[in-house]
């Protein structure tokens, strides 16, 4: 679960990659009540994927299909172990070439689910020794399993593991914080080393609403340090009140000493409207993303912060509008002169440098809903809506150590569906260049195009294939980078659906 960085190397030329060769393999079908969920890991070997089987409303049995580097399929196990009516499977993950399985079981006497753990043995896909507990929470329903997050750190020498109470399910801990009258935030930190040997761990308990709180990426530092960001609401329901934000962005991070902190982050009367966070190399947690000065959508420029490990201080706090001639690009001069921002750009990645810069990596998103008035017998009219799903241009935004922007730049795209299944993109770094992989419509007839952005900014796209050769639409977010120089590629139509192998 290796985080891959990007090294930005400043040439003075740009490293040339003449072609890119695709192979697919062969085709395979889905039966009734599966689906293909992610490409879970890779190695030597080849890949390994999580196919699930629907066994009622809220209980999916996972399965795990192995394809060697011709994707062929090598052996497809369904994890029966996990096959119970207490059992629910919640994660199949990879940390250092290993592999994983996380589920929960049920204590309906107790009102418990425990969290575990079970290694998987790549070779054939049988489970390793016993379970291994990591935490509990209380649960009224069974069907009801918790939250699971799982971060690694930068040098995969170390990962954690959060768990928590579902939403609205939650035990009210009013004895704890006896002027607090909210359901406080509960979970639980279980720190690992390289192995999965358990480290430390620690039942946490803040004082704040979490019917008011939108917990977001969660983090760890080579030094085993856990960093969680969190979107605080004053109230609830609105972004905004009386023109003013009505929420605002902390940090907490929990030490290895048993020690907390939380960290603050405004922009004075600025709008934060993305935010996202990633420890670097050098062990200092990198905080960026957008603001605004309209609203919680609205994109004007950049921020970025650095925070110290050694003080647990924030060191560096940096903004910066962006040019007239990147908002032009996107929106049209008119609209750039007339100070327009931009709006909904959702962040995909914060890439830190080898310099202690960083790259940002966003795409444009958003939902619209038709409505349409059917008109029957005797004039009874009906309603009827139509969900739409956009993605749209990614743009990147190459921050300097100083929080100065080397450059702005998009990729343009214009993704449109009913669903978001063949939408978005892939990403892959490839030495000092960022390639994407993108549907250039949804359509079986489609391109399916690959974009590189240089070290300078520069941007060239052309198609990679069509998915009519394929014959299967191309699923960008279920493809992923699976070496130096190369990316796997996932394509299904109906019940059909393929595997290809891009090399760089």
Known sequence: MKTIQLFIIFLLGAFNIFGQEVKWGPEYRNGQGESIEKLTAQDENGIYVLRTVQRSKYRFLPVL?????????????????????TVFYTDLFQYNDRLYVAFTKYYGDEQKHSLFYNEINKADGSLIDVPKKVAQIFSNRKHLQGEFQLAASPDSSRAVILFSEVENERTI?????????????????????????????????LPYDDDLVERGKLSIDNSGNVHILAKLYASRGRDKVRGKANYSYKIFSFYEDGSTKEYDFSLDDKFISEITLTPNKQN??????????????????AFYFRIDEATREVSKKYFQEFEAEFLAQLI?????????????????ELIPRSDNGAVLVAEQYYIRVVTDRDFGPGGAVTFRERIFYHHNDIILININPDGSIAWSTSVPKRQVAQSP????????????????????????????????????GEVKIKDLFTNRDAD?????????????????????????????????
């Open 332 to 348: 049209g001069e008119r609209r750039a002169k007339k100070g327009r921002e931009l709006y909904h750009y959702n962040m995909k």
């Open 472 to 504: 299967v639409v191309t699923r960008p977010i279920l493809s992923r980078q699976t070496g130096k120089k190369e990316m796997v590629i996932y394509g299904s139509l109906r019940k059909k659906y393929r595997f290809a192998r891009v090399r760089f």
């Open 65 to 85: 299909d192995h394809y060697n580097r011709e994707m062929k399929l090598q052996y497809s196990r369904v994890l029966k172990e996990l096959d119970k009516s």
């Open 421 to 456: 299944t063949y939408s978005s993109f892939a990403q892959a770094v490839v030495r000092d260049k960022l390639y994407f992989v993108f549907n250039d419509r949804i359509s079986k007839r489609a391109a399916v195009r690959l974009a590189s952005v240089n070290s300078k």
């Open 173 to 205: 801990f009013r004895s704890a914080y006896s002027n607090f009258n909210g359901s406080p935030i509960k979970f639980s930190l279980n720190v690992y080393d390289e192995k999965m040997g358990a480290l430390w761990e620690k039942e946490v308990l």
């Open 284 to 301: 200092e947690l990198i905080c960026a993303g957008f603001y605004s000065e309209r609203d919680a959508s609205g994109v004007k420029g």
